[in-house]
């Protein structure tokens, strides 16, 4: 039986994005795997974010897995926090990667350039390496990440190559990653060149679908989102990207390609299809939201669930740290 890790990071709102790249596709690996699920909160310290959101949306994101289908009986949900194992591993990996190559992380290069030079915190340039420590710890055979972490997946690869080919043997087991089949990449509605992200810019919120947007909120961005000229409901994301992003989300939710979407609506208007687009966002994201709500409302069972799930974690986490540790010559 396979093992399965993923994680979402709690900082600001979760998206539509976040929902179809991340929450929908994991209870699809709880049946035949063993699935370790965990809330990333160490890794929203990287920038700077106010201690009270960080604490909600810590319990906001577990409430998510739950409204998504995870279930605490078939899959390791667990706060990232909670296993003191994730530092000493990561305090080790370090020494294993180069300032060269962190440097070239793309997700670094450009949250650094919004920031003051000296305002970067070492930990935004060594996140790659905590989350390496994350994939490791638990033995994970499968890695399901958005397509903006795969290049932090593959130096992960490169850290345990290099770790086990000094040490000699698998002591770091190499996973893969996958990536959703459908709506990989979900576009702003207000600016479907850029992708559709958590954002404190106002005008930038116009284009994004929030999950806890009510109905009303979610129905008004999508019939004002950006299209494009013609009147042809096409997949061609070079000449029409904002009709093709509303194919993608409809073909996401439907489970079908875009282009294949696109033939249902022949002969329709954008008005038309845009509905189609707004009720089947609705018709998903209506009763997720309802379980979300049941979930979150009670903060002391969600307490007794990251309890519960630590210390199953943290039993798939000591072996492999003590197999490190050995290694390295600190056990």
Do not use: W
């Not at 370090?94 to 000296?118: D, H, I, P, R």
């Not at 990536?179 to 702003?188: E, L």
Request: include cysteine; charged fraction near 25%.
């Amino acid at each position: 039986m396979a093992r399965v890790l993923s994680g979402v990071k709690p900082t600001g709102k979760m998206t539509l994005g976040n929902y179809l790249g991340s929450f929908r596709n994991f209870p699809k690996f709880q049946d035949d795997n063993q699935a370790y699920i965990f809330v990333a909160d160490l890794h929203a310290l990287t920038l700077p974010i106010d201690p009270l959101v960080l604490h909600s949306t810590t319990y906001d994101i577990v409430s998510f897995y739950l409204a998504s289908g995870l279930d605490p009986k078939k899959t390791v949900l667990f706060r990232q926090s909670d296993i003191p194992e994730v530092g000493m591993l990561n305090a080790i990996l370090v020494n294993y990667v180069y300032m060269g190559e962190l440097s070239l992380m793309t997700q670094f290069k450009e949250k650094s350039a919004k920031l003051n030079q000296k305002a970067i915190g070492c930990g935004l340039f060594t996140y790659p390496v905590l989350m390496a420590a994350d994939i490791f710890l638990y033995d994970s055979d499968i890695v399901p990440v958005g397509e903006d972490q795969r290049q932090h997946v593959e130096l992960a690869h490169e850290i345990a190559r290099r770790f086990n080919s000094r040490y000699g043997g698998e002591i770091i087991k190499l996973p893969k990653y996958v990536t959703p089949a459908v709506g990989k990449r979900i576009m702003s509605l207000s600016d479907p060149l850029h992708k559709m992200s958590k954002s404190d810019d106002r005008e930038a919120q116009k284009g994004v679908i929030y999950l806890q947007d009510d109905e009303k909120t979610i129905r008004k961005k999508i019939m004002s989102a950006i299209t494009d000229s013609g009147s042809e409901v096409k997949f061609d994301p070079a000449e029409k990207p904002g009709i093709s992003n509303l194919l993608t989300i409809y073909g996401a939710l439907k489970g079908m390609e875009p282009e294949e979407a696109s033939k249902l609506f022949v002969g329709q208007n954008y008005g038309t299809f845009k509905k189609a687009v707004a009720d089947a966002v609705m018709d998903e994201l209506g009763p997720f939201q309802q379980r979300f709500n049941a979930f979150r409302s009670d903060e002391s069972a969600l307490e007794d669930l990251f309890s519960q799930g630590a210390l199953k974690a943290r039993e798939a986490a000591k072996p492999v740290l003590n197999r490190v540790m050995k290694a390295v010559g600190l056990r």
